[in-house]
């Protein structure tokens, strides 16, 4: 699903390079200059044989899993579609709002979902330390995310920083709702203990890099994670497309796919 993008693009060349994936259908939305094209060809390259199509139910009648890096809308409405056509559903897509994270939930009931802001291994065991951390460390160290992408990003913060600030909130055992502090500006007062801040940078290239600051007296520590190639998430989301084949309905996370 969304075959020209950044991401899709990624991983059409992963699935036809995998000896153990086969690349049944790609999707494009309505309208797009690609729907009709080769794929071999609307991507710059020699023909490949499978024709961009915008025929959702069609492409899903031929496969066992869709990977699906779009926008939250598009994913919110193939998760119902994958789950009633009995196909698993990988969703890389970030920026949900509550509302279609009940609605994928929902979806979760029959289908099998796996949903993760960010598909890499290194990523997922941050998630897991940052838990940790922030369960050994006091409310007087200072937790602030920070994270970096590319300028064509148009969610914030992104779904990582997001993981981040819930396993940093779980570790102390908070709602991540109640002590997150998302736009700082202007006389904003002293910093609230025991907030949760994030900050984005937008610029140039950037893949994707995220911070972890507990800022204390005397002392910082930093969790980081820099990604530098986005084959990465792809990677990680075939291994997932892989895994939800033998997976019980239900909504997983890359932390059931890696057995974190
Ligand atoms: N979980 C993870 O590890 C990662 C998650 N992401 C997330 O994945 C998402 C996509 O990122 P990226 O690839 O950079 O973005 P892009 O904008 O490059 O790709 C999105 C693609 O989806 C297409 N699309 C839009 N609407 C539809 C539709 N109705 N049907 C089919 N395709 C559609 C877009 O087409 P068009 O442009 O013509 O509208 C575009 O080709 C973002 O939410 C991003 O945050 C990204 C990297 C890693
Ligand atoms: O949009 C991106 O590019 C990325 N999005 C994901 C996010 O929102 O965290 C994952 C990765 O950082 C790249």
Avoid: C
């Amino acid at each position: 699903m969304g075959a020209s993008g950044r991401m899709g693009q990624m991983l059409v060349r992963l699935v036809d390079d995998s000896a153990e994936t086969t690349l049944a259908a790609v999707v494009e939305r309505a309208g797009h200059d690609w729907l009709g094209r080769d794929l071999g060809q609307a991507m710059g390259g020699a023909a490949h044989g499978l024709v961009v199509t915008d025929d959702v139910d069609g492409a899903l009648a031929q496969s066992d899993v869709v990977i699906d890096f779009t926008t939250p809308a598009v994913s919110v409405a193939l998760a119902h579609r994958a789950a009633a056509a009995g196909v698993a559903h990988v969703i890389g897509t970030t920026g949900f709002s509550d509302e279609d994270l009940a609605a994928i939930a929902q979806a979760g009931q029959t289908g099998r979902i796996v949903r993760a802001g960010n598909m890499s291994l290194g990523v997922n065991l941050l998630v897991k330390l940052t838990r940790q951390v922030a369960a050994a460390l006091g409310t007087e160290y200072d937790i602030e995310i920070v994270e970096a992408h590319h300028r064509h990003k148009v969610d914030a913060p992104s779904g990582t920083a997001l993981m981040l600030g819930e396993a940093a909130a779980a570790g102390r055992g908070v709602a991540l709702d109640a002590v997150a502090d998302r736009a700082r500006d202007g006389i904003t007062g002293a910093r609230a203990q025991g907030a949760i801040g994030f900050h984005a940078i937008r610029g140039g290239d950037y893949i994707g890099e995220h911070d972890v600051i507990f800022a204390g007296e005397g002392e910082r520590i930093v969790l980081r994670h820099v990604a530098s190639d986005r084959a990465l998430f792809a990677r990680g989301a075939v291994r997932a497309a892989i895994w939800a084949q033998s997976a019980a309905p239900g909504e997983y996370s890359m932390l059931d796919v890696l057995g974190l």
